[in-house]
């Protein structure tokens, strides 16, 4: 197998190597199979595109969140569950690079996770919980030097294949449930007692099932800022930006397919127009409009200080683009559906858009689009809303 | 009692309407981390317009931030700055 990552390939390039040579290939089983996409997590270790994002003194490349976002759309292309395990991996070490650095612990981390490339997972759901991720009922109980965490994890997603967790908890029992604490923990350190089945419409190889996560480790892995913090200035506005790129990336393929099955009709009948190609036209119209939306916002996060990541005009602004991308992306592989027809409806034909459909189906679901809007809601009493077109 | 310290005491009991903490409001120092005590980013949004009715003033997005609301004394020299504002325009 080529190494593209010894001819000094871009992240871009990389990933696309892994995404058309391994997942493609792969995508159908693990989807049907619903099992991990080992042979894609391998090729990532393998072109160290689990570390790209750390700085160099880490062992990192300094990519860009950009350069991220890219690589998790051409991975879609070809296995979204591939693409999200990536994303989600991207987003837990965005954690670390943003608040890790002051902490000898977490820096000696970061360097071990670019050594041996290690897959973190996050476990932020929680039993009784839900979704709502600022809040934890679990919490850390700090003993002298060490902690002990038991947490009943809804949801971990690839948790049986992570190498290192970062858990949300109460900073002690006694704090409010709003008063938390990210909590680093490596494979040797905790144990998972499976709890629930992965067993889903779309986003099968993502293998989220629950766990009781039981863990000890040092209290130097607890990290040092709030977690309200952390999430507001990098987990949030990362996890939508990178989330978005994977769906852009599903409805981007499905695009191509579509384009594919309208350029065969034409050739079959020169000097008409396929009736599926006024609807190719909106589809290309709503996946442009996806693509600028993305772009917008992750450069205006790679141009933010401490207090626009902190305001509420870029909150809005974040939960505006989960919300429209999430929804959009679902109604392009819509509309590619009804452009293939039955070649799209069946699997297995070059024009297959189901489960594009079944994955992007997810998207409204991670963190509900009702929660999302609720915020924004919320946040609306107080932001101003800049209605000008240009800054 | 100072202006000050009624300033505080009228925070301490919008707090209490308003904050969602898990401690009673009325307990609080003028310090105390009001993070600490459970005030969510969401409840502050609430606490925000309750000042903004309570004072008469209006808060700019450029303060609506976790260091304005840290404690009750933050949100008093917040206040008190924006009346100060008003005062002198």
Redesign the interface.
């Known amino acids: 197998m080529a190494l593209a990552s010894e001819s000094r390939l871009s992240v871009v390039e990389r990933a696309r190597y892994v995404a058309t040579e391994i997942a493609a290939k792969n995508a159908a089983q693990v989807d049907r199979e619903g099992r991990f996409p080992h042979e894609v997590v391998a090729a990532l270790k393998q072109e160290r595109l689990l570390s790209v994002m750390l700085p160099g003194e880490f062992g990192g490349e300094n990519a860009t969140l950009e350069q991220v976002a890219g690589a998790c759309s051409i991975l879609a292309h070809h296995c979204a569950s591939s693409a999200m395990i990536f994303a989600m991996h991207q987003i837990k070490l965005s954690s670390l690079i943003s608040h890790g650095q002051a902490s000898p612990w977490h820096r000696a981390f970061m360097q071990r996770i670019a050594r041996e490339q290690l897959l973190l997972a996050s476990a932020t759901t929680e039993g009784g919980i839900g979704g709502d991720l ?2 934890s009922i679990c919490a850390v109980k700090v003993n002298g030097t060490q902690f002990d965490l038991e947490k009943d994890a809804t949801v971990i997603s690839y948790g049986a294949y992570a190498d290192a967790i970062l858990a949300t908890a109460k ?1 002690h029992p006694d ?5 938390q604490v990210l909590a680093a923990v490596i494979k040797d350190q905790y144990r998972l007692e499976k709890t629930t089945d992965w067993d889903t419409l779309g986003m099968r190889g993502t293998c989220s099932d629950g766990f009781k996560l039981i863990a000890h480790a040092p209290a130097e892995q607890i990290l040092p800022k ?1 977690f ?2 952390i999430a ?1 200035q990098s987990m949030l506005a990362t996890s939508h930006l990178l989330w978005c790129s994977v769906w852009f990336g599903i409805a981007g393929d499905a695009v191509s397919r579509a384009q594919a099955y309208v350029r065969a009709e034409a050739r079959k009948k020169p000097g008409t127009t396929p009736p599926g190609a006024l609807r190719l036209a909106e589809a290309v119209a709503m996946i442009q409009s996806m693509r600028a939306n993305i772009l917008a916002n992750l450069r205006r996060f790679a141009g933010a200080d401490e ?1 626009e990541l ?4 870029f909150a809005v602004a974040m939960n505006n683009l989960k919300v429209d991308v999430s929804q959009t992306a679902v109604q392009v592989i819509n509309h590619a559906l009804l452009i293939c027809g039955i070649h799209g409806y069946k699997n297995n034909t070059p024009f297959s858009v189901g489960r594009h459909l079944r994955d992007a189906h997810s998207a409204a679901l991670m963190i509900s689009n009702d929660r999302i809007l609720s ?1 924004s809601a ?2 609306l ?4 809303y800049d209605l000008g077109l240009i800054d | 009692m100072s202006a000050l310290s009624m300033t505080h005491n009228k925070i301490r009991m919008i707090l209490k309407t308003h904050g969602k903490l898990s401690v009673d409001a009325v307990t609080l120092a003028d310090n105390d981390d009001l993070y600490e005590a459970g005030l969510s980013s969401f409840a502050t949004v609430q606490l925000m317009l309750a000042l903004e009715d309570e004072f008469g003033v209006e808060i700019p997005e450029k303060l609506l931030n976790r260091r304005t609301f840290a404690s009750i004394s933050a949100i008093a020299n917040v206040v008190e700055s924006l009346n100060g504002a008003r005062r002198t325009a």
């Open positions: 600022r809040n900073r704090a409010p449930s709003s008063d709030p309200a913090e507001a207090d902190m305001s509420l005009g915020n919320n946040l009493l107080a932001h101003r």
